[in-house]
Protein backbone atom coordinates (compact mmCIF):
# COMPACT_ATOMS: atom_id res chain seq x y z
CA UNK A 1 0.00 0.00 0.00
CA UNK A 2 1.52 3.32 -1.28
CA UNK A 3 0.25 5.19 2.09
CA UNK A 4 2.24 2.91 4.15
CA UNK A 5 5.37 3.23 2.62
CA UNK A 6 5.03 7.25 3.05
CA UNK A 7 4.15 6.39 6.54
CA UNK A 8 6.98 4.35 7.16
CA UNK A 9 9.51 7.21 5.95
CA UNK A 10 7.56 9.50 8.26
CA UNK A 11 8.46 7.14 11.68
CA UNK A 12 12.05 6.76 10.02
CA UNK A 13 12.37 11.15 9.69
CA UNK A 14 11.31 10.84 12.87
CA UNK A 15 13.16 8.33 14.83
CA UNK A 16 16.63 9.22 12.90
CA UNK A 17 16.30 12.62 14.11
CA UNK A 18 16.68 14.43 11.18
CA UNK A 19 13.69 16.18 11.26
CA UNK A 20 15.63 19.23 13.06
CA UNK A 21 18.53 19.31 10.74
CA UNK A 22 15.44 19.61 8.07
CA UNK A 23 15.20 23.11 9.07
CA UNK A 24 17.97 24.78 7.99
CA UNK A 25 17.76 23.15 4.32
CA UNK A 26 14.51 22.21 3.70
CA UNK A 27 14.43 20.65 0.28
CA UNK A 28 16.66 18.01 2.15
CA UNK A 29 13.85 16.39 4.40
CA UNK A 30 12.87 14.59 1.47
CA UNK A 31 14.89 11.67 2.07
CA UNK A 32 13.39 9.10 0.03
CA UNK A 33 13.35 7.77 -3.34
CA UNK A 34 10.57 7.45 -5.73
CA UNK A 35 7.87 4.89 -4.81
CA UNK A 36 8.24 1.53 -5.68
CA UNK A 37 6.56 -0.51 -7.90
CA UNK A 38 5.10 -3.26 -5.85
CA UNK A 39 3.86 0.02 -3.58
CA UNK A 40 2.32 1.72 -6.05
CA UNK A 41 0.49 -1.43 -7.79
CA UNK A 42 -0.19 -2.66 -4.04
CA UNK A 43 -4.02 -2.47 -3.19
CA UNK A 44 -5.48 -2.42 0.34
CA UNK A 45 -9.25 -2.89 -0.62
CA UNK A 46 -9.51 -6.38 -0.68
CA UNK A 47 -9.76 -7.16 3.03
CA UNK A 48 -12.55 -4.14 3.30
CA UNK A 49 -16.18 -5.00 3.47
CA UNK A 50 -17.72 -4.76 0.60
CA UNK A 51 -20.23 -2.22 1.70
CA UNK A 52 -16.45 0.35 2.52
CA UNK A 53 -15.07 2.46 -0.60
CA UNK A 54 -12.18 1.00 -1.69
CA UNK A 55 -9.95 4.09 -0.11
CA UNK A 56 -11.58 3.64 3.09
CA UNK A 57 -7.86 2.45 4.58
CA UNK A 58 -5.96 4.86 2.57
CA UNK A 59 -8.10 7.68 4.27
CA UNK A 60 -8.23 6.62 7.94
CA UNK A 61 -4.58 5.74 7.85
CA UNK A 62 -3.61 9.80 6.40
CA UNK A 63 -6.02 10.78 8.42
CA UNK A 64 -4.71 9.13 11.56
CA UNK A 65 -1.15 10.27 11.31
CA UNK A 66 -2.00 13.64 10.57
CA UNK A 67 -4.07 14.03 13.71
CA UNK A 68 -1.51 12.23 15.62
CA UNK A 69 1.20 15.21 14.71
CA UNK A 70 1.15 18.14 17.21
CA UNK A 71 0.14 21.52 14.79
CA UNK A 72 -0.59 24.46 17.55
CA UNK A 73 -0.66 27.88 15.53
CA UNK A 74 3.20 28.28 15.23
CA UNK A 75 4.21 25.06 15.97
CA UNK A 76 3.38 23.41 12.46
CA UNK A 77 6.97 22.23 11.32
CA UNK A 78 6.03 18.43 11.80
CA UNK A 79 2.66 18.32 10.03
CA UNK A 80 4.42 20.21 7.08
CA UNK A 81 7.49 17.83 6.89
CA UNK A 82 5.07 14.98 6.81
CA UNK A 83 3.02 16.23 4.12
CA UNK A 84 6.23 16.64 1.98
CA UNK A 85 7.56 13.38 2.67
CA UNK A 86 4.05 12.06 1.66
CA UNK A 87 4.00 14.17 -1.56
CA UNK A 88 7.96 13.08 -2.48
CA UNK A 89 6.59 9.51 -2.10
CA UNK A 90 3.87 9.71 -4.60
CA UNK A 91 6.50 11.38 -7.18
CA UNK A 92 4.47 14.63 -6.82
CA UNK A 93 6.30 17.95 -7.23
CA UNK A 94 6.41 20.06 -4.20
CA UNK A 95 7.45 23.07 -2.91
CA UNK A 96 7.89 24.56 0.66
CA UNK A 97 7.30 27.97 1.01
CA UNK A 98 8.46 29.70 4.37
CA UNK A 99 6.35 31.45 6.47
CA UNK A 100 7.32 34.11 8.83
CA UNK A 101 7.66 32.78 12.76
CA UNK A 102 5.51 33.35 15.58
CA UNK A 103 6.31 34.48 18.75
CA UNK A 104 6.62 30.88 20.59
CA UNK A 105 7.93 29.41 17.22
CA UNK A 106 10.83 27.29 18.05
CA UNK A 107 14.18 28.56 15.93
CA UNK A 108 14.81 25.30 15.02
CA UNK A 109 11.07 24.77 13.36
CA UNK A 110 10.80 26.66 10.73
CA UNK A 111 7.36 27.51 9.57
CA UNK A 112 6.24 26.15 5.99
CA UNK A 113 3.48 26.19 3.96
CA UNK A 114 3.04 22.79 1.42
CA UNK A 115 2.09 23.48 -1.76
CA UNK A 116 2.04 20.32 -4.09
CA UNK A 117 1.37 19.53 -7.57
CA UNK A 118 1.05 15.57 -9.24
CA UNK A 119 2.96 15.04 -11.94
CA UNK A 120 2.39 14.72 -15.81
CA UNK A 121 2.30 12.24 -17.45
CA UNK A 122 5.34 12.40 -19.48
CA UNK A 123 7.23 13.44 -16.18
CA UNK A 124 10.64 11.38 -15.14
CA UNK A 125 10.10 8.95 -11.76
CA UNK A 126 12.67 10.42 -10.19
CA UNK A 127 10.65 14.31 -10.86
CA UNK A 128 9.42 14.63 -7.18
CA UNK A 129 11.26 17.99 -5.87
CA UNK A 130 11.51 21.88 -4.87
CA UNK A 131 13.15 22.63 -8.38
CA UNK A 132 9.57 22.41 -10.62
CA UNK A 133 7.58 25.80 -10.80
CA UNK A 134 3.99 25.86 -9.43
CA UNK A 135 1.77 24.94 -12.53
CA UNK A 136 -1.27 27.31 -13.76
CA UNK A 137 -4.34 25.52 -12.26
CA UNK A 138 -7.59 25.71 -12.98
CA UNK A 139 -8.60 24.49 -9.55
CA UNK A 140 -6.73 25.51 -6.15
CA UNK A 141 -7.56 22.87 -3.41
CA UNK A 142 -6.93 24.39 -0.01
CA UNK A 143 -6.89 23.83 3.98
CA UNK A 144 -4.55 24.47 7.19
CA UNK A 145 -2.73 22.76 8.94
CA UNK A 146 -2.42 24.51 11.99
CA UNK A 147 -5.18 23.68 15.11
CA UNK A 148 -6.10 25.87 18.16
CA UNK A 149 -3.99 24.40 21.84
CA UNK A 150 -4.41 22.25 23.03
CA UNK A 151 -2.86 19.29 21.35
CA UNK A 152 -5.44 16.29 22.14
CA UNK A 153 -4.81 12.73 20.97
CA UNK A 154 -5.93 10.52 18.18
CA UNK A 155 -8.33 8.15 19.30
CA UNK A 156 -10.80 5.65 17.02
CA UNK A 157 -14.16 4.24 19.05
CA UNK A 158 -13.80 0.67 17.33
CA UNK A 159 -11.64 -1.83 18.77
CA UNK A 160 -8.44 -2.83 16.97
CA UNK A 161 -9.56 -6.24 16.54
CA UNK A 162 -12.71 -4.75 14.03
CA UNK A 163 -12.88 -3.11 11.22
CA UNK A 164 -14.15 0.95 11.50
CA UNK A 165 -17.50 1.24 9.77
CA UNK A 166 -19.44 4.54 9.31
CA UNK A 167 -20.20 5.29 12.61
CA UNK A 168 -16.94 4.65 14.28
CA UNK A 169 -16.33 7.98 16.53
CA UNK A 170 -12.18 9.34 15.14
CA UNK A 171 -11.35 11.98 17.96
CA UNK A 172 -8.31 14.12 18.76
CA UNK A 173 -7.34 18.04 18.18
CA UNK A 174 -7.79 19.05 14.48
CA UNK A 175 -9.72 15.63 13.30
CA UNK A 176 -12.28 17.89 12.44
CA UNK A 177 -10.97 21.58 12.30
CA UNK A 178 -9.21 21.14 10.00
CA UNK A 179 -7.11 17.86 9.36
CA UNK A 180 -10.38 15.66 8.24
CA UNK A 181 -10.38 18.17 5.20
CA UNK A 182 -6.93 17.59 4.57
CA UNK A 183 -7.67 14.18 4.10
CA UNK A 184 -10.65 13.86 2.64
CA UNK A 185 -9.74 16.47 -0.38
CA UNK A 186 -6.17 14.31 -0.75
CA UNK A 187 -8.16 11.20 -1.24
CA UNK A 188 -10.99 12.79 -3.65
CA UNK A 189 -7.88 14.40 -6.03
CA UNK A 190 -6.05 10.77 -5.62
CA UNK A 191 -9.34 9.09 -7.03
CA UNK A 192 -9.82 11.62 -9.57
CA UNK A 193 -6.86 11.22 -10.96
CA UNK A 194 -6.57 8.01 -11.00
CA UNK A 195 -9.97 7.46 -13.29
CA UNK A 196 -8.77 10.40 -15.36
CA UNK A 197 -11.49 12.45 -14.85
CA UNK A 198 -8.88 15.03 -13.30
CA UNK A 199 -5.74 16.29 -15.23
CA UNK A 200 -2.68 16.60 -12.85
CA UNK A 201 -1.63 19.96 -14.67
CA UNK A 202 -5.49 21.34 -13.23
CA UNK A 203 -4.70 20.90 -9.57
CA UNK A 204 -2.73 22.64 -6.78
CA UNK A 205 -3.13 21.50 -3.31
CA UNK A 206 -1.94 24.32 -0.98
CA UNK A 207 -2.05 23.66 2.75
CA UNK A 208 -0.84 26.18 5.04
CA UNK A 209 -0.40 27.63 8.70
CA UNK A 210 -1.58 30.56 10.69
CA UNK A 211 -4.85 30.28 9.68
CA UNK A 212 -6.23 30.00 13.65
CA UNK A 213 -4.47 33.10 14.36
CA UNK A 214 -4.37 35.66 11.55
CA UNK A 215 -4.25 33.38 8.55
CA UNK A 216 -1.00 34.50 7.74
CA UNK A 217 -0.06 31.21 5.81
CA UNK A 218 -2.50 32.07 3.55
CA UNK A 219 -1.83 35.98 3.40
CA UNK A 220 1.85 34.87 2.48
CA UNK A 221 0.32 32.07 -0.20
CA UNK A 222 -1.55 34.96 -1.95
CA UNK A 223 1.22 37.07 -2.20
CA UNK A 224 3.53 34.85 -3.97
CA UNK A 225 1.32 33.04 -5.81
CA UNK A 226 -2.48 35.01 -6.66
CA UNK A 227 -1.22 36.86 -9.58
CA UNK A 228 0.41 33.34 -11.59
CA UNK A 229 -2.89 31.62 -10.36
CA UNK A 230 -5.15 34.36 -11.88
CA UNK A 231 -4.51 33.56 -15.28
CA UNK A 232 -6.28 30.13 -15.38
CA UNK A 233 -7.82 29.59 -12.01
CA UNK A 234 -11.38 29.10 -12.19
CA UNK A 235 -11.98 27.93 -8.32
CA UNK A 236 -9.99 27.73 -5.19
CA UNK A 237 -12.61 24.67 -2.74
CA UNK A 238 -11.77 25.67 0.61
CA UNK A 239 -11.35 22.93 3.17
CA UNK A 240 -13.63 23.79 6.79
CA UNK A 241 -16.15 21.69 8.72
CA UNK A 242 -19.01 22.42 7.11
CA UNK A 243 -20.82 19.34 8.22
CA UNK A 244 -20.93 18.64 4.61
CA UNK A 245 -22.61 21.53 3.49
CA UNK A 246 -21.35 23.94 0.73
CA UNK A 247 -20.99 27.62 2.86
CA UNK A 248 -23.06 30.31 1.01
CA UNK A 249 -20.51 32.89 3.47
CA UNK A 250 -19.27 33.32 6.39
CA UNK A 251 -19.26 36.22 9.08
CA UNK A 252 -16.80 38.72 9.27
CA UNK A 253 -14.22 39.10 12.41
CA UNK A 254 -13.27 42.23 14.65
CA UNK A 255 -10.47 42.04 16.69
CA UNK A 256 -10.17 44.44 19.19
CA UNK A 257 -9.48 45.28 23.54
CA UNK A 258 -11.68 47.35 25.36
CA UNK A 259 -9.59 49.48 27.47
CA UNK A 260 -10.51 51.44 30.88
CA UNK A 261 -8.54 53.94 32.59
CA UNK A 262 -9.17 54.56 36.72
CA UNK A 263 -7.27 55.95 39.76
CA UNK A 264 -5.28 53.59 41.75
CA UNK A 265 -6.34 53.80 45.92
CA UNK A 266 -6.11 52.09 49.15
CA UNK A 267 -9.47 49.44 48.80
CA UNK A 268 -10.32 51.12 52.36
CA UNK A 269 -11.33 54.33 50.65
CA UNK A 270 -12.64 53.46 47.30
CA UNK A 271 -14.15 56.85 46.84
CA UNK A 272 -10.51 58.35 46.74
CA UNK A 273 -9.90 56.57 43.37
CA UNK A 274 -11.54 55.22 40.36
CA UNK A 275 -12.21 51.73 39.93
CA UNK A 276 -11.24 50.14 36.12
CA UNK A 277 -12.57 47.16 36.76
CA UNK A 278 -15.69 47.89 38.20
CA UNK A 279 -16.21 50.58 35.01
CA UNK A 280 -14.87 47.18 32.69
CA UNK A 281 -17.14 45.68 34.09
CA UNK A 282 -20.26 47.85 33.34
CA UNK A 283 -18.71 48.22 30.02
CA UNK A 284 -18.76 43.98 29.47
CA UNK A 285 -22.25 44.10 30.82
CA UNK A 286 -23.33 46.30 28.15
CA UNK A 287 -22.04 45.08 25.35
CA UNK A 288 -23.23 41.45 25.94
CA UNK A 289 -26.88 42.35 26.86
CA UNK A 290 -28.84 40.28 24.43
CA UNK A 291 -30.53 43.32 23.70
CA UNK A 292 -27.65 45.59 22.29
CA UNK A 293 -27.16 45.65 18.60
CA UNK A 294 -24.21 45.24 17.31
CA UNK A 295 -25.93 45.20 13.54
CA UNK A 296 -27.41 42.12 11.36
CA UNK A 297 -27.98 41.56 8.20
CA UNK A 298 -30.51 39.53 6.54
CA UNK A 299 -27.91 37.45 4.98
CA UNK A 300 -25.90 36.83 8.03
CA UNK A 301 -27.80 37.85 10.95
CA UNK A 302 -26.79 39.09 14.19
CA UNK A 303 -23.93 40.59 15.22
CA UNK A 304 -22.62 38.53 18.16
CA UNK A 305 -19.48 39.02 20.51
CA UNK A 306 -17.11 37.35 22.78
CA UNK A 307 -15.19 38.51 25.35
CA UNK A 308 -12.61 36.04 25.29
CA UNK A 309 -9.71 37.39 27.70
CA UNK A 310 -10.26 40.20 31.11
CA UNK A 311 -7.59 41.40 32.55
CA UNK A 312 -6.87 43.88 35.31
CA UNK A 313 -5.85 45.22 38.77
CA UNK A 314 -2.38 44.34 40.91
CA UNK A 315 -3.96 43.54 44.30
CA UNK A 316 -7.07 42.53 45.64
CA UNK A 317 -6.72 45.66 48.68
CA UNK A 318 -5.82 47.87 45.49
CA UNK A 319 -8.66 50.08 43.21
CA UNK A 320 -7.70 48.84 39.76
CA UNK A 321 -5.95 51.60 37.87
CA UNK A 322 -6.14 49.80 34.58
CA UNK A 323 -8.56 46.83 33.52
CA UNK A 324 -8.69 45.50 29.79
CA UNK A 325 -10.98 43.29 27.82
CA UNK A 326 -9.95 41.19 24.64
CA UNK A 327 -13.09 40.50 22.48
CA UNK A 328 -13.83 38.85 19.06
CA UNK A 329 -16.91 40.38 17.20
CA UNK A 330 -18.43 38.10 14.50
CA UNK A 331 -19.38 40.88 11.97
CA UNK A 332 -22.62 40.36 10.25
CA UNK A 333 -22.52 43.81 8.14
CA UNK A 334 -21.63 44.44 5.05
CA UNK A 335 -19.35 44.87 2.78
CA UNK A 336 -16.55 42.77 3.26
CA UNK A 337 -14.17 45.48 2.88
CA UNK A 338 -15.79 48.16 5.29
CA UNK A 339 -18.28 46.37 7.42
CA UNK A 340 -16.17 46.33 10.59
CA UNK A 341 -16.24 49.87 10.71
CA UNK A 342 -19.92 50.12 11.53
CA UNK A 343 -19.59 47.54 14.42
CA UNK A 344 -16.44 49.51 15.77
CA UNK A 345 -18.76 53.11 15.44
CA UNK A 346 -21.33 51.11 16.98
CA UNK A 347 -19.27 49.54 19.58
CA UNK A 348 -17.48 53.15 20.61
CA UNK A 349 -21.02 54.63 21.05
CA UNK A 350 -22.24 51.78 23.36
CA UNK A 351 -18.63 53.08 25.47
CA UNK A 352 -19.47 56.57 25.39
CA UNK A 353 -22.87 55.90 27.23
CA UNK A 354 -21.09 53.85 29.88
CA UNK A 355 -18.02 56.04 30.65
CA UNK A 356 -16.25 58.52 28.19
CA UNK A 357 -13.78 59.61 30.02
CA UNK A 358 -12.48 56.12 31.40
CA UNK A 359 -12.91 53.99 28.45
CA UNK A 360 -11.81 53.78 25.08
CA UNK A 361 -11.59 50.92 22.23
CA UNK A 362 -8.70 49.45 20.53
CA UNK A 363 -8.83 47.87 17.41
CA UNK A 364 -6.35 45.42 15.96
CA UNK A 365 -8.08 44.53 12.52
CA UNK A 366 -10.95 43.38 10.99
CA UNK A 367 -13.27 42.98 7.95
CA UNK A 368 -17.51 42.21 6.62
CA UNK A 369 -19.02 39.01 5.97
CA UNK A 370 -17.28 36.82 3.05
CA UNK A 371 -19.41 35.68 0.30
CA UNK A 372 -19.04 32.45 -1.26
CA UNK A 373 -20.48 30.59 -4.25
CA UNK A 374 -22.67 27.77 -3.38
CA UNK A 375 -24.54 27.40 -6.70
CA UNK A 376 -23.86 23.74 -7.17
CA UNK A 377 -26.51 20.42 -7.38
CA UNK A 378 -26.75 18.68 -4.69
CA UNK A 379 -25.53 20.06 -1.52
CA UNK A 380 -27.26 22.02 1.27
CA UNK A 381 -26.33 25.02 1.82
CA UNK A 382 -26.14 27.39 4.70
CA UNK A 383 -24.01 30.51 6.22
CA UNK A 384 -21.27 30.29 8.66
CA UNK A 385 -20.76 32.39 12.03
CA UNK A 386 -17.28 31.70 11.95
CA UNK A 387 -13.67 33.12 9.39
CA UNK A 388 -12.01 31.47 7.38
CA UNK A 389 -9.05 32.04 4.99
CA UNK A 390 -10.98 32.45 2.13
CA UNK A 391 -10.89 36.79 1.87
CA UNK A 392 -7.14 35.84 1.88
CA UNK A 393 -6.90 34.66 -1.30
CA UNK A 394 -6.77 37.42 -4.39
CA UNK A 395 -8.28 36.87 -7.13
CA UNK A 396 -12.01 36.89 -9.19
CA UNK A 397 -12.07 33.21 -8.94
CA UNK A 398 -14.97 31.00 -7.65
CA UNK A 399 -14.78 29.76 -3.60
CA UNK A 400 -16.40 26.54 -2.09
CA UNK A 401 -16.19 26.35 1.42
CA UNK A 402 -16.89 22.39 2.33
CA UNK A 403 -15.75 20.14 4.82
CA UNK A 404 -16.73 17.07 7.39
CA UNK A 405 -17.45 17.72 10.95
CA UNK A 406 -19.20 20.39 12.57
CA UNK A 407 -17.53 23.39 14.07
CA UNK A 408 -19.53 22.66 17.26
CA UNK A 409 -17.23 21.03 18.64
CA UNK A 410 -14.27 22.14 16.92
CA UNK A 411 -12.25 23.63 19.45
CA UNK A 412 -13.69 21.58 22.00
CA UNK A 413 -12.07 18.90 24.13
CA UNK A 414 -14.67 16.82 22.43
CA UNK A 415 -13.80 17.47 18.80
CA UNK A 416 -14.26 14.61 16.70
CA UNK A 417 -16.25 13.26 13.71
CA UNK A 418 -17.32 9.86 12.24
CA UNK A 419 -16.05 7.66 9.52
CA UNK A 420 -18.86 8.24 7.76
CA UNK A 421 -18.48 11.93 7.45
CA UNK A 422 -15.12 11.50 6.02
CA UNK A 423 -16.30 9.17 3.24
CA UNK A 424 -18.87 11.48 2.10
CA UNK A 425 -16.75 14.54 2.28
CA UNK A 426 -14.43 12.32 -0.27
CA UNK A 427 -17.68 12.31 -2.43
CA UNK A 428 -18.50 15.97 -1.90
CA UNK A 429 -14.92 17.54 -2.63
CA UNK A 430 -15.25 15.03 -6.19
CA UNK A 431 -17.76 16.65 -6.83
CA UNK A 432 -16.83 20.37 -6.35
CA UNK A 433 -13.81 19.83 -8.07
CA UNK A 434 -15.21 18.34 -11.23
CA UNK A 435 -17.52 21.28 -11.24
CA UNK A 436 -14.98 23.63 -10.69
CA UNK A 437 -13.47 22.79 -13.96
CA UNK A 438 -16.25 23.90 -15.62
CA UNK A 439 -16.81 26.91 -13.84
Not at 53 to 60: E, G, H, K, Q, V
Not at 166 to 189: E, N
Not at 344 to 367: H, M
Request: charged share 15%; glycine share 8%.
Amino acid sequence: MLLKSVLQLWFFTLSSGSLAAAADSPPQILLSGPASSSSLSSSSSSSLPLSAPAYRTDLLALHKHLVEIPSTSGHEHDAAVFLANYFAELNWHYELQPVAPRADTPSDKPRFNVLAWPPSSSSSSSSSSSSSSPPSPKVLVTSHIDCVPPHIPYSISTPASEAPNTTTVIAGRCSVDAKGSVAAQLTAIHALLATGALRPSDVLVAYVVGEEVSGEGMRTFSAHNATQLGATLRAAVFGEPTENRLACGHKGALRAAVVATGKAAHSGYPWLGKSATEVLSKAVVRLLDPATELGSSARYGNTTLNVGVLQGGVAANVVAAHARAEVLARVAVEPHETGHEKVVARIEELLREVDAEALRLEVDGGRGPTRCDCDVDGFDTFVANYATDVPYLAGSHARYLYGPGTIHVAHGDNEALTVGELEEAVEGFKKLILHSLEV
